[in-house]
């Protein structure tokens, strides 16, 4: 099965797409699963469309024709996407998954009620000839779940039973896996991870940069330690698992209020180192109290690629004992980790296979949109037995566990 899988993260960084062969052997019922990538890129947004994406999700009022206007066009980009990715491919595409763009999780006294994905399915099956799988969170919360994170779903068929081994996303938000010995997942958002440090390089250079570079600007600053206590206040820190935030609980405006408290105005490279510590800070505090035995942390996420917020992280982490690795040391590319995530969901979504993010709590994920030669659904299975990533399905080259 060729499945495409298209996405765009909390800081509308770009289009990630993974066109992805997964093969299913063993028990007919309750396979293993290989995934090969056969290709991954991130393609940049039109500046203009980035600019009203980003303006929305920080809380921009729209009516309903310009609501529609963009959706269409996030949906027009996806298209485009997905169809140079399969027509360099020479493929198809038997499904495609579109997790979308977020612009708002709403989340009341820890229960998170909806959440709004925009980019029009039908430009993509239409571009792709598939159909597409989307809305890839609804079911979860309108059963009492979070809806998010997703990648514990992930994580628990690749790495199977573990009890010391938990995983870390660095998008715009950072989001743990605590790995139990049931084979299970417990999944849930820590805080911010790079949201803010984008948007601080954002507003103090007129946007004329999007993020801090190899973390350049952060390496020069330093942590200014009143700031951070204040933002460490932050009512969402101390809730307890599982929960689940966005960019709209961590503006900049909780950067503000912590400058305000401790009665400075830090320049960019203190803001950003500090937001780096606050980062590290909050993901070890996270993990030790949801999960004191762990002792590997394996990150994946545009933030792996950030060296001064790795460099806090794993200082953070060593002082309660945790080795801080990235996920390409166990096979897994840091930057379409998630993207093999929605690849992973939609065979299983495809197959008739429920996703379960809290215990109690198991629903397929996602609504079909079909494509222009219709929809045929295969025979139901019961479960994954197994996850594994592989160079090349030809010569088995397994790079999963």
């Not at 790079?194 to 948007?199: H, S």
């Not at 070890?284 to 002792?295: I, Y």
């Amino acid at each position: 099965m060729i499945i495409l899988s298209l996405q765009s993260g909390t800081s509308a960084d770009g289009i990630d797409v993974a066109l992805v062969q997964a093969e299913a052997s063993g028990d007919p019922l309750t396979p293993e699963l290989a995934m090969v990538p056969l290709l991954t890129r991130t393609l940049d947004w039109d500046p203009e469309l980035r600019s009203r994406i980003l303006s929305y999700a920080d809380g921009a009022a729209l009516d309903a024709g310009a609501h529609t206007a963009l959706t269409t066009a996030i949906g027009q980009g996806f298209a485009a996407a997905a169809s140079a990715a399969a027509a360099e491919c020479g493929v198809i595409p038997d499904l495609v998954v579109s997790h979308g763009q977020t612009v708002f999780h709403w989340v009341q006294d820890g229960r998170a009620l909806a959440t709004l994905q925009l980019g029009e399915p039908a430009w993509i099956a239409e571009a792709a000839g598939c159909p597409v799988l989307a809305n890839l969170r609804a079911a979860d919360i309108a059963a009492g779940g979070q809806g998010a994170p997703l990648m514990g779903l992930f994580d628990a068929a690749f790495f199977g039973p573990a009890s010391h081994t938990a995983t870390l996303n660095l998008g715009g938000i950072a989001n743990l896996q605590i790995l139990c010995s049931d084979g299970t997942a417990l999944a849930f958002d820590t805080g911010p991870a790079n949201v803010l440090l984008d948007a601080s390089v954002a507003r103090e250079t007129g946007g004329r940069l999007g993020f801090d570079r190899d973390g350049e600007l952060a390496a020069r600053g330093a942590v200014h330690d009143g700031v951070l206590a204040a933002l460490l206040e932050h009512p969402y820190l101390g809730r307890p698992a599982p929960k689940s935030t966005g960019r709209e609980t961590f503006t900049l405006a909780c950067l503000a209020s912590a400058e305000e408290t401790a009665g400075v105005r830090l320049g960019l490279p203190d803001q950003l180192a500090t937001l780096a510590r606050f980062t590290a800070v909050t993901v070890a505090d996270a993990l030790h109290r949801a999960a004191p035995s762990v002792h590997t942390l394996v990150a994946s996420g545009g933030g792996v690629h950030n060296p001064a917020l790795m460099r806090e992280l794993d200082a953070v982490l060593a002082r309660t004992g945790v080795a801080l690795q990235s996920s390409e040391e166990v096979g897994i590319d840091p930057r379409f980790k998630e993207s093999l995530l929605f690849a992973f969901l939609g065979f299983c979504s495809w197959h008739g296979i429920p996703s379960t993010l809290v215990e109690g709590v198991s629903r397929i994920a996602g609504t079909i949109t079909p494509g222009p030669r219709g929809i045929t659904l295969p025979v139901p299975l019961q479960g994954i037995r197994r996850l594994s990533l592989r160079a090349s399905l030809d010569t088995g080259g397994q790079l999963g566990n």
